[in-house]
């Protein structure tokens, strides 16, 4: 495939024959990031390896039949003793993500999205809601709490 970045000062990066990175490896660390890609060209895994070959990390990613990813399963220690963790995401009817579920059922985040293309207007999480305050152009320049502060 033409245009892909193959080395830059930190990595080194490999990609299949549609185009999709498959590897990237840091060139001081030996440490290898693995991406796994379904026939759907939708990332379906994430594996990284420290420089002895040993996983240290895992993600997962689960879609609909809408391509839309409906959950996430990380591994922060890879092999080792802690439990992986999986968040499950909702849609709303504009195709945003609305509620995002932890593994027990609990929503972690609820998103409040406007009319305009991925224009998010609050975020709440924890029983805090941040509200994203925007310009005449709709980009965001500030982030302001309940009480209105930043």
């Known amino acids: 495939m033409n245009n892909q970045l193959l080395e830059d000062n930190k990595y080194l990066y490999e990609y299949d024959l549609v185009g999709n990175r498959t590897k990237r490896t840091d060139k001081s660390t030996n440490e290898v990031m693995e991406y796994r890609w379904d026939i759907r060209d939708r990332l379906t895994g994430i594996t990284v390896k420290n420089d002895l070959g040993e996983i240290i990390r895992t993600a997962e990613y689960t879609y609909d039949v809408y391509n839309q990813r ?7 220690d890879g092999d080792g003793s802690l439990a992986a963790v999986t968040e499950r995401f909702v849609y709303g009817s504009d195709q945003n993500i609305a509620l995002v579920f932890d593994e027990n059922g609990n929503v ?18 924890d029983g805090n809601t941040r509200w994203a305050l925007t310009d005449h152009l709709g980009s965001v320049r500030d982030i302001v709490d309940d009480s209105g502060t930043c």
């Open 70 to 76: 409906i959950a996430k399963t990380v591994d922060t």
């Open 108 to 125: 972690n985040h609820r998103y409040l999205f406007g009319n305009g293309i991925d224009q998010i207007e609050a975020d709440e999480n």
